[in-house]
């Protein structure tokens, strides 16, 4: 069964810290790009972080610098370190895999994924 489930969502205050996880099963992971994307009430899911599998990564600019992406293909697991993180970054945070150009891609658009994972919730509060 290909399935993507994310951890580590939670509550925090701002300036605060939280690191995601999301662990593959029933694909072969390592020839996958990986990205996160989150989705606050009311707008677009938009790109945050992406990592193809030759480890190259892409941010958005909103979060450059704060989060880290990253990845562990021998525990087929993607990761998102959050630093700094502010009010804005509240949202559902979900990861996707990305087939496409042999697991070479780096793009942020929703529309390239064709692996969701279920989504964890993150919450920054002033």
């Known amino acids: 069964q290909v399935q993507l489930v994310e951890s580590g969502g939670g509550s925090v205050q701002a300036g605060g810290s939280l690191r995601l996880s999301c662990t593959a099963s029933?694909?072969?992971?390592?020839?996958?790009?990986m990205g996160w994307f989150r989705q606050a009430p009311g707008k677009e899911r938009e790109g945050v972080a992406t990592?193809?599998?030759?480890?190259?990564?892409r941010y958005a600019d909103s979060v450059k610098g704060r989060f880290t992406i990253s990845r562990d293909n021998a525990k087929n697991t993607l990761y998102l370190q959050m630093n700094s993180l502010k009010p804005e970054d509240t949202a559902m945070y979900y990861c996707a895999a990305d087939p496409r150009y042999g697991g070479t891609s780096l793009s942020l658009a929703r529309t390239a994924c064709a692996i969701w994972g279920q989504g964890t919730q993150v919450s920054a509060s002033a």
């Open positions: 029933g694909f072969t992971y390592s020839t996958y790009s």
């Open positions: 990592i193809n599998r030759l480890g190259s990564t």
